[in-house]
């Protein structure tokens, strides 16, 4: 059961996962409009299709990884869209991080015809997803996070059951809040540190045995060259780009403020995210902020 896979965002983080699902047996048959990463895909052994239809025809799970609230709504809710066309009791599974009412919009008109629904927003970045080891967090009901689980198993170590539908992103948003306050934190912790004069590298050995360590000193480090799998060791490309970032924030920002929840350092970090974006390095990862602040205490 549940071996054929429609695949839809083969991005950054989709390519990986629909790869990692091929190697555990699965037939996957991937969607994304740009041609880069059909192409990409293809070389993983995704069997690429020219539309949303042909990946959803006939899939017993349809998976989605997509950059926006507006790309999930459309993807599943427009006329030819994944909950018109996908076969009764068929399992939907959206990775994406969007806001939690975009997952109950989608979930409830799942249901209405006869599907299964659960947010299953990711953690972990892009080397999470190439190594299957990320951590899913679901809302839904608990009988299809548990169908769920076999296929999830496939592309994270972790896997989380949070509550009812939207309660997924929930946990992604609050998650991604803090780690967005925390990589900023790191980047201006660090260009001080290292501009009084302190060696790069000693520095974050330092921190990562002290109380300051965090993801974003271990793994996520934002200066170039010390933690060799970080996307600041690669021009920051290829990681959790920085519009992505202001995105999370953005819908997080908005959830705290339907309940009155006060998150000032959260809007000092979705000012300084924006500025990134506002000077044209929203493509880049997000620990770029680093380069801003250093070129700042270098004028
Ligand atoms: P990305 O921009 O690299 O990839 C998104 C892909 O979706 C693109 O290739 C785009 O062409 C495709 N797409 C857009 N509309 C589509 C549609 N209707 N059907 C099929 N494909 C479509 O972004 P990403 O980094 O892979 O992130 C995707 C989602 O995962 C976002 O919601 C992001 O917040 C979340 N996320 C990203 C990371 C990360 O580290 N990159 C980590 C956790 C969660």
């Not at 109950?104 to 970045?125: I, Y």
């Amino acid at each position: 059961a549940d071996k054929n896979v429609g695949f839809l965002g083969l991005g950054n983080m989709g390519g990986f996962m629909a790869a990692n699902l091929v190697k555990k047996g699965y037939n996957v048959r991937g969607f994304d409009p740009s041609k880069d990463a059909l192409n990409a895909a293809a070389k993983n052994g995704i069997a690429p299709v020219n539309s949303l239809a042909a990946a959803v025809e006939g899939a017993d799970v349809v998976f989605s990884i997509l950059p926006s609230n507006k790309a999930v709504l459309d993807a599943y809710l427009e006329k030819d869209g994944v909950v018109a066309l996908a076969k009764k009791g068929s399992l939907l599974i959206d990775s994406s991080t969007v806001s939690p009412e975009v997952s109950r919009k989608v979930g409830e008109a799942a249901e209405e015809k006869g599907l299964h629904f659960s947010d299953a927003p990711v953690s972990g970045g892009t080397m999470g997803a190439q190594n299957a080891t990320l951590a899913f967090m679901a809302g839904g009901r608990k009988e299809d996070f548990d169908r769920a689980l076999a296929l999830l198993q496939a592309m994270g170590a972790k896997h989380f059951y949070c509550g009812a539908t939207g309660a997924g992103q929930v946990a992604k948003l609050t998650n991604n809040l803090l780690m967005g306050i925390t990589g900023m934190a790191t980047a201006e912790c660090m260009n001080m540190g290292i501009k009084m004069g302190l060696e790069p590298k000693v520095l974050l050995d330092v921190l990562n045995n002290s109380s300051a360590r965090s993801w974003s000193t271990e793994v996520y480090c934002p200066v170039p060259g010390l933690v060799p799998t970080a996307p600041s060791s690669r021009n920051y490309d290829g990681g959790f780009k920085n519009d992505l970032m202001v995105k999370d924030l953005e819908l997080a920002s908005g959830m705290a403020l339907s309940i009155r929840s006060p998150v000032p350092l959260g809007a000092v970090a979705t000012q300084l995210y924006r500025i990134v974006q506002s000077r044209g390095y929203g493509q880049k990862d997000f620990s770029f902020v680093f380069q801003l602040l250093k070129e700042e205490s270098d004028k």
